[in-house]
């Protein structure tokens, strides 16, 4: 789906969702690093749902105090973090 419809079309639940969570520290607001792949089957970090195989899946690194985080996305979820990590 072309960015442009994916952001006409709203994707109001996830945002919300991904509002919280950055708002509550359980996502970052920037990354280190960004690479996509095959899905690992993982669980979203936004979504909660597994990112199987056969769709795309984007992680980000982040330098913690603890070490590096890995935070793993589906395609759209990665797209509605990204853009609302920006008004952060």
């Keep these: 789906m072309p960015i442009l419809q ?8 996830l945002r919300r969702k991904a ?3 950055l ?3 359980n996502l970052p607001t920037a990354a280190a690093g960004t690479w996509a792949g ?5 669980a979203c970090a936004l979504c909660e749902l597994p990112i ?4 795309v899946e ?3 690194e ?3 105090a603890a070490g590096v985080q890995v935070f793993k996305f589906h395609m759209r979820c990665h797209y509605v973090w990204s853009i ?3 008004h952060r």
């Design 52 to 55: 199987p195989h056969n769709d």
């Design 62 to 64: 982040v330098n913690a």
């Design 38 to 42: 095959a899905g690992s089957g993982a």
């Design 58 to 60: 984007y992680e980000i």
């Design 84 to 86: 609302e990590s920006r």
């Design 23 to 25: 708002q509550s520290g």
């Design 6 to 13: 994916m952001t006409m079309n709203g994707n109001w639940e």
């Design 19 to 21: 509002r919280e969570k």
